[in-house]
């Protein structure tokens, strides 16, 4: 029980860690563009 709920909190966390890595990588990108637009 003790492993399932580990890892359970562990793919939580990869997700949590995906989705804030895409947040940033958006926003970078949106940056650059904007950059490169001018």
């Known amino acids: 029980m003790f492993s399932?709920?580990?890892?359970?909190?562990h793919a939580?966390?990869?997700t949590f860690a995906m989705v804030v890595y895409c947040t940033v990588v958006n926003m970078m990108i949106e940056i650059f563009s904007?950059?490169?637009d001018v």
Not at 4 to 9: D, E, F
């Open 12 to 14: 939580v966390a990869d």
């Open 34 to 36: 904007l950059w490169y």
């Open 4 to 9: 399932a709920h580990s890892r359970l909190r």
